[in-house]
């Protein structure tokens, strides 16, 4: 089974799909968990996986901070993640001779296909000397250009661990304001934003809470624009939102990030309302149990890497998993 029994996803399941869609559902979760065991493979899955995928098979679910952890410690010999392109990408930087795969090679990311490893070149010459953070929603190739990365769990830690005045962030520019706000340092951005978090506004915000009669509390990911996380009660990454909840002082919550957390948190804190986005992320939304069925069947699709991108890539990613982690 995933990080959840069976008994414990049916009951999680049953509280959100009809009967025959799990009838449909059981077979697919039953058959991936079988293959997990025979080919000695972990499943990591992102808080955006449809509650099907995110507790039917999912061993291992979090953030992308602590997916790329638990990618690089894992001793399976096939990882699978659940996710996106560059995140299957960080697994295989941070364990690259174990096979990695990922059900669709096309499950990209909008961040990630803004910036392109001779944009970072650029604006190195542009600003010789200044420390690059990239965001870890970039591919291999910019990884390898950067001095370190950060996701939305550290990136303002990350930030202000670097002995610089002056930052280059990358490529989120809304995550790059948000950081900006908290630092004295200089931070230098460039245009590329998520498709689904730019989607909303402070306006969403005040009307929810306006309706609610001000009983809500409101948590969004720090890839809104800075208006929108201004007007947040918390803002942090995915895995960092969750932790809100269980504290989050009001039973109204108003939840805004990718569509499908707010599904499984549903399923999570039934003692909660939730008012949640509709909004979903057309990448994450490529991984479902029948491509991950046959991915494991076919050991496909594998993960490549080029060893000299590997090897530059895996010191910016190391370097955040050490600040972050405190290791040595
Ligand atoms: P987290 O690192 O917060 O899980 O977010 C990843 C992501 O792609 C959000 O859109
Ligand atoms: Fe990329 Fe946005 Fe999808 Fe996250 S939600 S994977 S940032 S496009």
Redesign the pocket.
């Known amino acids: 089974m995933g990080a959840y029994t069976e008994e414990e996803t049916l009951d999680k399941l049953s509280k959100l799909y009809i009967p025959s869609e799990i009838d449909q559902m059981l077979p697919l979760i039953r058959e991936i968990n079988r293959l997990k065991k025979e080919k000695n493979a972990v499943l990591l899955g992102h808080n955006?996986m449809t509650p099907d995928v995110f507790y039917g098979i999912s061993d291992i679910v979090g953030d992308s901070l602590y997916l790329s952890k638990m990618a690089g410690e894992t001793d399976a010999d096939i990882i699978l993640f659940n996710g996106?392109h560059f995140m299957a990408e960080t697994a295989k930087i941070l364990s690259p001779d174990k096979k990695v795969l990922i059900a669709d090679l096309k499950a990209g990311?909008?961040?990630a296909e803004s910036i392109t490893r001779d944009d970072v070149k650029a604006l190195k010459a542009q600003y010789p000397g200044v420390p690059v953070v990239t965001y870890v929603?970039c591919s291999a190739e910019v990884k390898a250009e950067t001095d370190v990365c950060c996701t939305s769990a550290n990136a303002q830690f990350i930030v202000d661990s670097l002995d610089s005045d002056t930052v280059i962030f990358l490529p989120d520019e809304y995550l790059a304001q948000n950081v900006q706000k908290n630092t004295k340092k200089k931070i230098i951005s460039h245009p590329g934003r998520?498709?689904?978090?730019e989607m909303y506004t402070p306006m969403d915000i005040e009307i929810t809470r306006q309706r609610l009669g001000g009983d809500v509390t409101v948590i969004s990911h720090p890839?809104y624009s800075r208006e929108v996380v201004d007007r947040s009660d918390f803002s942090g990454s995915t895995s960092q939102m969750i932790d809100f909840v269980r504290s989050a002082p009001s039973k109204n919550i108003l939840l805004i990030t990718?569509c499908s957390m707010g599904d499984n948190l549903r399923m999570e804190f039934p003692e909660k309302h939730f008012v949640s986005t509709c909004q979903t992320?057309p990448?994450?939304k490529k991984i479902t149990l029948e491509k991950v069925r046959d991915a494991l069947l076919e050991e496909k699709f594998e993960i490549h890497l080029d060893p000299e991108i590997i090897r530059l890539a895996k010191n910016s990613v190391t370097r955040m998993l050490e600040l972050s982690y405190n290791k040595k």
Do not use: I, P, R
């Open positions: 955006y996106v990311c909008s961040l929603n998520c498709m689904v978090h890839e990718e992320c990448h994450m």
